[in-house]
């Protein structure tokens, strides 16, 4: 980013530097001429020069939308490929005869109306110092130098070639043409740097709270807010199309890309064939390619429109292709399910039939925070125990205002920071959005954020925040300790799951402490001594 936006500092200079030897009245730096298309009626002010098109569905602006990203991939990439944001103070607004033809136009001098608002030429001042144009020089030199080391680094590689060569056959044979097989392929590379990201994925060792802090920020929750009140005419078609709670799909849209500021990229087909020519996970990735160029037979968007993150997930709401097959919507009527453009509509009604599909249940909340009784028995708790909240009012189970369980069905008790921490009892729609995501953290950011955008308090419990996260070695280690003890019999995978988190409860009532399931740094310890 820092390069992208010195490399144009230094472009300027270089075709300007003549013109600097002295400050002029008004900034010579020329606007960039948008392309008008048809005049939909009078202009208020540039950012309103031109409306989109759609039926009954409008692009509000986006004004003073502060911007906060979790995923670090995101991040990167932002970093590697995406345009610095830049400031640009609006015009006046012009006035009501002003129209965007008007704009347009071109004056017998030459200039549009645009320009001439706007963006009067440089006027040459003469020579600038020897020593200024030294100093332009070495910038434009290391600005240069840090651009190219930014770039994804391709590889004309001679067997990435003769993969494609035998994948083209594979491509043709599930139905794709020849046509958008070389559309899609004209100037392809491998692109090294997706398969260093995929071969040295980060490991994220953060404790739920400290994910919490951030995925459910007051930042995320205004911007949801806004997001949602700009949108609320459509989001309210969308709820009553699909059935799913507007909150719901805003909260997904703000975790997965910032409310559509963090979008992604890489070109996906370049990233698909990549990842599929590696061969680590060669079926899968394939899949993905088959179904991108799915897309792009169908007409839905062209392949170096088609951008998301390294590993495939695309648009305002993340999806992968194969998911985008099945479950993408065309809501804006244009004869195109574009979860790409600026304009989220399409998106976000995606994600609502996504959820509707895999049996979201409107009306039932996702969770709700609960205080447990004095002498709760902690063997209860976990995700594979789905009782009536009868059986937990009983036992003198309550939300945390002292109300009792509301009868949403089945219903489990989870602990996800052990028993210092915050308590929930969550409903079949917890399991709904793990269809997103399995991730207990992911699932319980997406249903606390969509809360807060509804007005709701946050956690009133605290969270064990003295504790750490553990690393991956530890994890494994865990288990391996809980395999010699006789408590966990599977795989050594560094996953604290279910299974992991049954075999940590059986080894906590073996020694005779709370059965909570809570894989700490202290449980790891104490399994260390023996």
């Not at 992911?442 to 419990?461: C, N, T």
Request: glycine share 8%; net charge negative.
């Amino acid at each position: 980013m820092f390069a992208l936006k010195y490399a144009s500092l230094v472009a300027f200079l270089a075709s300007t530097l003549p013109a600097m030897a002295a400050p002029p009245a008004i900034s010579p730096l020329p606007m960039p001429r948008p392309v008008l298309g048809p005049v939909l009626g009078p202009v208020q002010g540039l950012a309103s020069a031109v409306e989109v098109a759609a039926p009954e569905v409008a692009v509000p602006e986006r004004r003073g939308v502060l911007i906060e990203v979790i995923a670090e991939e995101a991040i990167e990439e932002a970093s590697q490929g995406a345009p610095d944001a830049v400031t640009v103070e609006v015009l006046p607004a012009l006035g009501e005869t002003e129209t965007a033809q008007t704009l347009g136009t071109r004056s017998p001098e030459g200039e549009s109306a645009l320009a001439i608002l706007a963006s009067p030429l440089p006027v040459a001042r003469g020579d600038v110092p020897v020593e200024f144009a030294a100093r332009a020089a070495v910038l434009r030199a290391s600005a240069e130098a840090e651009e190219a080391a930014q770039r994804p680094i391709r590889a004309n590689d001679p067997a990435f070639r003769a993969w494609i060569a035998a994948f083209r056959e594979r491509a043709l044979a599930a139905g794709i043409s020849a046509a958008t097989f070389e559309q899609a392929f004209d100037g392809l590379q491998l692109n090294t740097r997706v398969l260093e990201r995929d071969r040295n994925q980060a490991e994220f060792s953060r404790t739920l709270w400290e994910y919490l802090d951030s995925a459910v920020s007051a930042t995320r929750i205004r911007n949801g807010q806004e997001a949602r009140a700009e949108w609320r005419t459509t989001l309210s078609r969308i709820e009553e199309q699909f059935q799913v709670e507007a909150e719901v799909v805003v909260a997904v849209w703000g975790l997965e890309s910032a409310y559509g500021a963090s979008r992604g990229s890489v070109g996906i087909v370049e990233a698909m064939a990549s990842l599929a020519y590696d061969g680590r996970r060669q079926d899968f990735f394939e899949a993905q390619l088959i179904a991108a160029l799915q897309i792009i037979e169908a007409g839905d968007t062209q392949a170096r429109n088609m951008t998301g993150s390294w590993a495939g997930a695309m648009g305002h709401t993340q999806f992968m292709p194969t998911s985008y097959l099945e479950f993408a919507q065309d809501f804006d009527g244009d004869g195109r399910r574009n979860i790409w453009s600026d304009n989220p509509v399409d998106a976000l009604a995606s994600t609502a039939h996504y959820l509707a599909e895999h049996g979201w249940v409107y009306g039932q909340p996702w969770g709700m925070e609960v205080r447990l009784p004095d002498g709760f028995d902690y063997r209860l708790a976990g995700e594979q125990e789905r009782i009536s909240a009868a059986f937990w009012n009983n036992l003198g189970v309550r939300q945390i205002n002292g109300d009792p369980i509301p009868d949403h069905g089945p219903a489990s008790i989870l602990l996800p920071g052990g028993a210092e921490g915050v308590a929930l009892v969550v409903f079949s729609n917890f399991r709904v959005i793990e269809r997103y995501n399995p991730a207990d953290a992911y699932v319980i950011a997406i249903g606390h954020l969509s809360d807060r955008i509804e007005g709701g308090r946050g956690f009133q419990a605290g969270w064990p925040r003295g504790d750490r996260a553990l690393t991956f070695a530890e994890r494994e280690e865990l288990q391996r300790l809980l395999l010699a003890a006789g408590h966990y019999h599977e795989d050594i995978d560094g996953i604290v799951g279910p299974i992991t988190i049954a075999a940590v409860r059986s080894y906590q009532e073996a020694v005779g402490v709370t059965p909570d399931g809570y894989a700490s740094l202290r449980l790891l310890e104490r399994l260390r001594r023996g």
